[in-house]
């Protein structure tokens, strides 16, 4: 076993004895896994959506957080993601929307908060498209689904294309806003990781059909607050500009300093501060929340198809 499959079953091991408990939810695609986290605050249910080749471990030490504030966490694994099965056939974005769906029409019991880093993103956006009254805010962070052309796309997917370890840090530092210390420890297990069938299906079958339309976009209702990190240097900067332009005026975007493609890595404190105080101006309505960048302790001030894939 290597060293990054050995941390994720120690990491597994500590949330459940935590009192996260680990669930799975039989779908139309597959079996998939969560983890379901009963909370001690007034906040709605928080949802986190991971991105390709992740699993919902690194979100973690947001959940932790996050089930002090809110009465509920759920951490969605994607099919063949963490412990979730692979789907019997291809697995494809379309494959990807209905798993996913069919996972949180089943578990939400009100409307939730929905968090989603990049093609957990796309989740989050498509799920809100389909059940707008199960989603009571979003949450995007570098999220896929803009709208790309064919040479963007290739060029996109070509990153995902891990084959040697040298790669694989060249994409650690593509998602982070630092280079994590454990990366040539863990370099080897990436490699193989982004070789299974699951992720080379995905990244086979993206297309730009697949991305958000302007009218989709514009048709979310609901309070949307989108962090695009300053240190972000996996997804393309026009795609921040697709989603600045066609999401409704109301959503918030923010552009954090010292945060990468993934705010819950990078800084998992500040970003469940902000989703915090998001879900609190949503809840009341009221004057905007301090932005990411902004956000310090507690809970003070903290304001179609699954799409093309990031990670």
Known sequence: ???????????????????????????????????????????????????????????????????RRARRVI?????????S??????FTPECLSTAMNELLERELDEPAIVVGNSLGGAVAVNF????????????????AGACMDETELAELLRVFKLRSRADARAFFARLYHRVPWFTPLVAGDVVQMFARETIVSFTTSARCDHAFTPEQLRSLTMPILLIWGRSDRLMPSANLAYFRRHLPPHAEIEE?????????????????????????????????????DQATGGAAAVGSAARSPSE
């Open 1 to 67: 076993m290597g060293i990054l499959p050995l941390a994720e079953r120690l990491a597994k091991g500590a949330l459940n004895r935590s009192g996260v408990q680990s669930r799975w939810v039989d779908t139309s695609v597959c079996r998939l896994h969560l983890y379901d986290a009963a909370g001690t605050g007034p906040l709605p249910t928080v949802v986190l959506l991971h991105g390709i080749g992740s699993s919902a471990l690194p979100f973690a030490p947001v959940l932790q957080r996050l089930r």
């Open 75 to 83: 951490a969605a694994e994607a099919p063949g993601h963490g412990w």
């Open 85 to 90: 099965a692979p789907p019997a056939s291809a």
């Open 128 to 143: 809100a498209l389909s059940s707008p009254d199960r989603v009571r805010a979003l949450v995007l962070a570098s999220p």
């Open 256 to 292: 954090p300093e010292g945060i990468g493609h993934c705010p819950h890595v990078d800084d998992p404190r500040r970003f469940a501060e902000r989703i915090v105080a998001f879900a609190q101006e949503a809840l009341s309505r009221g004057t905007s929340a301090a932005p990411l």
